[in-house]
């Protein structure tokens, strides 16, 4: 069945060390997203990307980098220079406007 | 710069009464509105969504109502039950970057038993 997979669940790294989050889908859909969320707060966006080969930063782009080579995978990766790197991480997708976004099940991060 | 505000962190309400969600935005180009639900630890679900022709949506115990000139929304749910309980975004979209979606930052539903 269709959907959004984020892998893994949970992930540890050290500090100074760059990670890679995976994220992939299956919709069909043309629109990925990368959001971030703190405890006690909303869905911040970091990067996002319309189409294939292009993206955009979103409002806390700093110390990620992403890459939309093909339709259905859209990875981000924190660098050793985003400050404050643990978080729980979300990658969503859009086929239309207006329309929804599905989101999968999140990555929580821990960087010590 | 928040374009989208749900001012009460958090809400209480008892089992078959009703429960209201306000949110408030402040970008008139704003032109689709959606509600999401979120347990801890897990990716949000969507529930309900409205375009701003309409100021009303309903599927089935959840309404959502627009008041365009008041650039606020509000997610009625009735009756509350316990597994309503979770944190409910609301989301907006439009205008220029219409593919660029703009979250509150969520209300913490707890429907008592």
């Known amino acids: 069945d269709g959907g959004i997979t984020q892998s893994p669940k949970y992930l540890f790294r050290k500090e100074g060390q760059n990670v890679t989050l995976s994220c992939e889908q299956n919709l069909n859909h043309d629109a990925m997203y990368w959001y971030r969320q703190d405890p006690g707060q909303g869905l911040r966006l970091i990067y996002y990307?319309?189409?294939?080969?292009?993206?955009q930063k979103g409002d806390i782009a700093e110390g990620y980098s992403v890459s939309r080579e093909k339709k259905e995978s859209f990875p981000l990766t924190v660098t050793s220079a985003q400050k404050n790197p643990t978080a729980f991480y979300l990658c969503a997708s859009t086929s239309r406007y207006p329309g929804e976004q599905y989101f999968g099940p999140g990555t929580r991060l821990t960087v010590t | 710069d928040q374009q989208v505000k749900q001012n009460s962190p958090s809400l209480s309400v008892q089992e078959g009464r009703i429960s209201i969600l306000n949110c408030d935005y402040t970008?008139?180009?704003?032109?689709?509105f959606l509600w999401y639900k979120k347990y801890p630890a897990e990716g949000p679900t969507f529930l309900i969504s409205i375009s701003s022709i309409k100021d009303k949506n309903e599927d089935g115990r959840f309404t959502v109502f627009l008041n365009k000139s008041a650039k606020h929304l509000s997610l009625h749910i009735v009756p509350s039950q316990p597994g309503d309980s979770a944190v409910y975004f609301c989301a907006a979209s439009g205008g220029n970057n219409f593919n660029k979606f703009y979250f509150g930052s969520g209300t913490k539903l707890n429907v008592k038993p």
């Open positions: 990307s319309q189409i294939v080969n292009d993206f």
């Open positions: 970008n008139s180009m704003f032109d689709y």
